[in-house]
């Protein structure tokens, strides 16, 4: 059991650490494509995470399955990195199923939601996850500060098979020259949360065993 708990917690160490190194180094070079790539790996975070509460789930019980995807999406809900970037989550029907800026969202159907060009671009998303894992996409969309204003982006997402949902990243392209992805000590909170989380689920597992103690 304290081999698991180890190796678990050592794992979300390393990835949210790494994370702070290669946000600090887009500085480098601001081009779209580079961009596009950081944004790949800093969607590996929640990806890797959401792996590793799945792992957890099988080796406590599916009674801790509820619980734990909450806990996910409230550590999700807080992450943030460069220009106060985000993660939004759907699910494979379409439903959003986490959105930290727009919560009255929550479970709302996106399939009929279209971009500035009339594009049904969340079923044109997910049905490309769906099919390679992942999507990337450039598009017209609405802005942060105003459903009125629409804005280039760019949107990334990873697919988690286990759970049919699709971890969503936004970058917007007007903000590529400012001090984008410039916060990867968030990150690191972010991990120590989650060592948090596996001690706890390791705790109530071995009363679970033991309950007479």
Not at 49 to 73: C, F, H, P, Q, V
Not at 103 to 122: A, C, I, K, R, V
């Amino acid at each position: 059991m304290k081999r698991i708990l180890f190796s678990i917690n050592l794992f979300s160490i390393l990835i949210f650490i790494a994370l702070y190194f290669f946000s600090s180094s887009i500085f480098e070079n601001q081009d779209s494509a580079y961009v596009e790539k950081l944004m790949a790996q800093a969607s590996d975070i929640p990806y890797s995470l959401a792996e590793s509460t799945e792992k957890e789930i099988r080796l406590n019980g599916e009674e801790y399955r509820d619980t734990l995807k909450n806990d996910y999406l409230r550590i999700v809900d807080k992450m943030r990195y460069g220009n106060n970037n985000f993660f939004f989550i759907l699910d494979g029907s379409g439903r959003m199923v986490h959105h930290p800026l727009y919560p009255e969202l929550s479970w709302w159907n996106m399939n009929y939601e279209t971009d500035q060009n009339g594009s049904f671009l969340f079923r044109e998303i997910i049905a490309e996850a769906k099919r390679d894992g992942y999507f990337q996409r450039k598009t017209e969309w609405q802005s942060r500060y105003s459903k009125e204003i629409y804005e280039p982006q760019i949107i990334y997402g990873k697919y988690i098979w286990s759970w049919d949902w699709l971890i969503c990243t936004i970058a917007y392209t007007n903000e590529l020259e400012s001090s984008l992805f410039n916060s990867g000590f968030l990150f690191i909170g972010f991990g120590i949360l989650q060592i948090l989380v596996n001690s706890i689920v390791i705790l109530l597992n071995k009363k679970k065993l033991n309950p007479e103690k």
